[in-house]
């Protein structure tokens, strides 16, 4: 098996080599389908940067002209995607008014309130359990319904990992070139943003199922 | 951060075990505190709920599509698309 060079992805195992092959050859209808695959996160991800959703719109849709402009000369030393969700940030960044901010790592809060907790740090007031009923499809489609509108509460860099990695299903590693992040800060995010999810679900389940 | 205080060789209090949960499911703990958090697991009676939970919102989270693209923006994707493809086209001339 040839392995790939150092800090290169394998064409062959991206899965949006097709699509950029085809948009490499000047297939429209592949620009079109890769707006489609991820217009959603980029909207989402630009969306922490700026004052507005129409400054969102348009860096993303400066991104896709940074895409358009610089995919004869991209080199797969990342996946296709990290390379686009970089392109975003850095045009949300130019366009935006918030400077990329350090994540603060100690303040935090617990990710269960200390009340739920006796004076040992057992549970006084357990999880209640959900994750059976989760089983049924219908269920499982309204909880995942439920955690899209929580995304939205979230605070943007949260909001923005659980996008990247648990949405759109990119590695640790990945979220860290996009976001410019320390993997601890990563995980830190990760944490505190898949918790608050949890949290709501659990809060509401009673009226989600 | 709660959990992080906490001495090595002494059990962890469930308080600090789901402080643990990413690290645990990213792989990132020190094996003396996995082993921890994986003997907390096994006898303890709610923590493996709270860590069943956890997955599912993952599972679930990883089930959204997102937002489609509105038509509006599909035109003026292709708009941008074709307007790239003209400048290309007179810089190759």
């Known amino acids: 098996m040839r392995l790939p ?9 991206d899965p949006d080599s097709a699509l950029v092959g085809r948009l490499r050859a000047g297939d429209e209808q592949a620009f079109v389908e890769l707006a489609e695959k991820y217009q959603g996160a980029m909207l989402s991800l630009a969306r922490g940067y700026v004052p507005s959703i129409a400054v969102a719109e348009e860096a993303v849709q400066d991104a896709w002209l940074g ?4 995919i004869g000369r991209f080199e797969w030393r990342s996946s296709f995607r990290t390379w686009l969700f970089r392109i975003v940030v850095n045009r949300a960044v130019s366009a935006g008014i918030r400077e990329r901010r350090t994540v603060p790592v100690d303040d935090m809060e617990p990710v269960v309130d200390a009340s739920q907790f006796d004076a040992g740090g057992g549970w006084r007031v ?13 269920i499982a489609a309204k909880i995942s319904a439920r955690i899209l509108t929580a995304m939205d509460d979230l605070p943007p860099r949260q909001r923005e990992v659980v996008t990247l990695r648990d949405v759109q299903g990119l590695s ?3 979220v860290c070139t996009v976001l410019d992040l320390s993997q601890a800060n990563q995980r830190v995010l990760l944490h505190r943003g898949r918790s608050r999810l949890r949290q709501v679900v659990e809060s509401e389940f009673g ?3 | 951060m709660i959990g992080l205080s906490q001495r090595p060789g002494r059990k962890l209090a469930c308080q600090q075990a789901v ?6 499911l990213e792989g990132a703990l020190p094996r003396a505190q996995r082993r921890r958090f994986e003997a907390h697991l096994t006898s303890c009676a709610d923590c493996p709920e709270y860590l069943a939970q956890i997955r599912v919102i993952i599972a679930l989270t990883g ?3 997102p937002g489609d693209l509105t038509s509006r923006m599909r035109d ?4 941008l698309y074709r307007r790239w493809r003209a400048d290309e086209d007179q810089g190759i001339r």
């Open chain 1, 207 to 209: 009226s989600i199922r």
């Open chain 1, 67 to 70: 895409v358009l402009r610089g």
């Open chain 1, 172 to 174: 640790s590693e990945e």
């Open chain 2, 63 to 65: 089930s959204i599509t």
């Open chain 1, 5 to 13: 060079a150092l800090g290169t992805t394998a064409v062959s195992e």
């Open chain 2, 19 to 24: 402080e643990l949960v990413t690290g645990y």
């Open chain 2, 76 to 79: 003026d994707l292709i708009g």
């Open chain 1, 126 to 138: 357990p999880p209640e359990p959900w994750t059976d009923a989760a089983d049924d499809k219908v």
